[in-house]
């Protein structure tokens, strides 16, 4: 009884962490975008909150209450809500939700209404069910009880993260055939291609990296990077750590469908793809598993290359509570950072053709992901 009522509290604080992760890539994606574009972007909603401008909110609300409730708690929290309401948190983390719940939902006529909302299901749930194998912390010891940040604890999660890559395709396909309309069918067509094709090369980089490792579980290759930074997957993978890290983060932005690899939506062309016929909460149910998605991406990228929580050149002591904090807190500023670094890359280059895309995957990655691992075996066979 005590383990499953663990699994649930462990499942839940991994499902609070991935929809946080997921808002703050829709909000760097909002803002970072008109920065980018050299424009002020999401900041109206919330910036006069309640009445108006300070000067009527101050009359009409703030002044009949008393001083302690006017100036240490109404004030302070009106100024706080008008800053998120500046830089686009109001726009992006609370109206658009509400406005999704509230819009018509749409299901095209000559469809099945169960099929047509089992799409955004199965385009999402792998997506979410992956970060269940993800540790996200140091081990803690409690009350001579060892505790893992791990909702899975399973051996074989590098396996498991394939598998959800590859299960994800189907929600893409059923929702471009569900959509009964001829740009969501040719996204679906373009999605299923696109995902199928890179992950040839994702799966051999990551035969690659358990070759190195010697392990298919998360946590002890986190482990196996602690100390220098030397031990990094990065570097720790000689001679191929590092072309491993270059193919993995082009695959990884090609099987998220993102710019310059958005040829599934591509809107000058397909309308919005393989989800143009879905709206509502559905829509945003899709929008929601990209966005988990860059920060899955960005997980196993601080996981293989990066040593997940581990800092260069220090030791954090096993089992104490406040190393596991500071480790979860490295571990999600790498994941952030390579969240950012993604939808930067997303605002600043152009999409490619489809020819240049299939031939970047099947001409280029695969290759050299086949000659990589050939390399990484041979290195191994001789050291």
Known sequence: MNAVIGIFIKGFIIQQITLGLASFCTWVERKGSALIQDRVGANRA???????????????????????????????AFAVFRFLGSIGVINTLLNDAFKALFKEDFVPEGTSVFMHALGPFMAVFPVFL????????????????????????????????????????????????????????LGALRASAQMISYELAMGIVFATIVLHFGT???????????????????????????LCFLILFVVGMA?????????????????AGYFTEYSGMKFLLF???????????????????????????????????????IGHGVFMGKVLAFSVLQITIRWTLPRFRYDQLMSLGWKMLLPLS???????AAWKLVS
């Open 46 to 76: 919330g910036t006069n909150f309640f009445v108006g401008d300070l000067l009527k909110t101050d009359v009409l609300v703030l002044q009949p209450l008393s001083f302690l409730a006017r100036n240490i708690v109404l004030r302070p």
């Open 130 to 185: 992956a970060f269940a194998v993800i540790p996200i912390a140091p081990d803690v010891t409690l009350f001579d009880t060892t505790i893992r940040f791990q909702v899975a604890e399973i051996s074989t999660g590098v396996l498991f993260l394939l598998a959800m890559g590859s299960i994800a395709v189907y929600g893409v396909v059923l929702a471009g055939w569900t959509g009964n309309n001829k740009f969501s069918l």
């Open 216 to 242: 298919f579980d998360l946590y002890q290759i986190i482990e196996m990077q602690s100390g220098s930074i030397l031990n990094w997957g990065v570097f720790f993978m000689f001679p191929t750590g590092f």
């Open 255 to 271: 099987e998220t469908k993102r710019g310059p690899f958005d040829l599934p939506e591509s809107e000058s062309e397909l309308v």
């Open 287 to 325: 929008w929601l598993g990209e966005f988990a998605e860059i920060a899955l991406f960005s997980i196993v990228l601080s996981v293989f290359f990066f040593g997940g929580w581990n800092i260069p050149f220090l030791e954090l002591p096993e089992g104490a509570w406040w190393a596991a904090l």
């Open 370 to 376: 086949i000659v990589n691992l050939i390399v990484a």
